[in-house]
């Protein structure tokens, strides 16, 4: 078996296919070639980039031998801390690269990621925008900045990073992903389907894709463009949340008896699904069966009770069979939901225009909760704790509503 190396395999070669006059100095030139600290800093690089850190780490002890390779080693043992979570040691050891004007750009990056997961938010932001100052093209600077912006709610800020980043590498999905997403959540409808189309272009294959096709088919849905939620929706595998979605754009385009199938298999799948109980419920007001249409959006409150649709639709049923103070008082809890979703906008617009505000994200989770979306909430939450990482009442709220998620 041959277990020769490369580099060992070259050198073999270098000896046959020259005189053996300058034999010894050509091997003694390529052993420098193969043993330059250069070499070595190249390879750590590159298994780094490939997550090989046993071979980081074994490159990394020649480095460090070389007295004139100081930052470079600095770079390499604080990129291997960050990569294995030593989040406290990393800054020290960075220190000496990010003095060096070689190695200062990339262990800034670093350091500011290290800053940003130990929960010191402000410090890493500040980081990042000096990166830029040095390397206005700094892809992973724009990158993280945009992630940060976008944990903030700082819609504008983060759009302008990661609309950069997706300029700087034509090929990651991951800028358009989150574009999309901000997008969606701050109701600008053509944007966001714009950009998970792309994101979609750009990595055919990515694993995470089934819930990208979902998310602009709930765009699609939103604005009325029902086929094209449909279209979307028919490259899903089955789920209840699919066939429920898919109902509902087939009520949309006024093909119901297509929806009720769909709503068969989807309560089939998940029997307290809201959103297919919501449309059955609708389906069989339209048809004047309100005593079932009753029992069905009675399910559905129990599922979902801070629904307006599904509250509205069974007012009316209320109001039909009689049942007057009760139809009323379901008025009443649609006329509120519909005032907290008012509020929730305008301090919505309010915390875009004030990236740092923190009162406004407090108020924005507490709303969140009441409107029940707790995840909502919960991100609003943590935007407080990235401003103010001391925030002990913000801390409690986050732990109440991950246990709540994690019940659900």
Request: hydrophobic share 45%; proline share 4%; charged share 25%.
């Amino acid at each position: 078996m041959n277990m020769s190396s490369p580099a060992t395999s070259f050198l073999r070669r270098l000896l046959v296919s020259v005189p053996i006059g300058v034999s010894f100095a050509a091997v003694c030139a390529a052993m420098l070639i193969f043993d330059a600290p250069e070499a070595h800093y190249r390879r750590a690089l590159a298994a780094i980039e490939g997550n090989g850190i046993e071979t980081a780490s074994y490159e990394l002890l020649w480095l460090e031998r070389n007295p004139r390779f100081e930052a470079q080693a600095s770079l390499l043992s604080g990129t291997l801390l960050v990569a294995q979570g030593e989040l406290q040691s990393a800054p020290r050891v960075l220190a000496v690269a990010a003095r060096d004007p070689d190695t200062n750009v990339r262990a800034m990056v670093l350091l500011g990621e290290c800053l940003y997961k130990s929960e010191r938010f402000q410090e890493a932001g500040e980081v990042w925008t000096k990166v830029l100052e040095l390397d206005p093209d700094n892809l992973d600077a724009h990158r993280w900045l945009g992630i940060a912006y976008a944990d903030l709610g700082a819609v504008r800020e983060a759009l302008v990073h990661l609309r950069r980043a997706a300029e700087l590498d034509e090929d990651d999905p991951g800028p358009h992903r989150l574009i999309g997403r901000l997008c969606e959540n701050y109701w600008q409808p053509k944007i966001a389907a714009e950009s998970y189309l792309e994101a979609l272009r750009r990595a055919p294959n990515h694993p995470d894709n089934d819930q990208l096709r979902f998310s602009l088919a709930k765009v699609y849905y939103r604005s009325k463009e029902y086929s094209l939620a449909l279209d979307q929706l028919s490259r899903l595998a089955p789920s209840a949340e699919a066939l429920a979605l898919a109902a509902d754009c087939q009520h949309g385009l006024g093909i119901d008896d297509q929806a009720d199938t769909l709503l068969d298999e989807a309560l089939r799948l998940n029997p307290k699904l809201s959103r297919a109980l919501a449309l059955r419920g609708q389906l069989l007001l339209e048809r004047g069966d309100v005593q079932a249409a009753t029992e069905v959006l009675e399910l559905a409150t129990r599922e979902a009770p801070n629904d307006r649709l599904i509250l509205h639709h069974l007012a009316m049923t209320c109001q039909r069979a009689g049942q007057k103070e009760k139809a009323e008082r379901l008025r009443k809890a649609v006329d509120r939901l519909h005032q907290l979703d008012a509020q929730y906008e305008d301090l919505s617009l309010k915390a875009i225009d004030d990236p740092r505000d923190v009162q406004t994200r407090y108020r924005l989770g507490a709303l969140a909760a009441e409107l029940g979306a707790p995840a909502l909430a919960r991100a609003w939450f943590q935007a407080v704790v990235h401003l103010e990482p001391g925030n002990a009442q913000v801390k409690a709220a986050l732990r109440a509503l991950d246990r709540e998620l994690e019940e659900n």
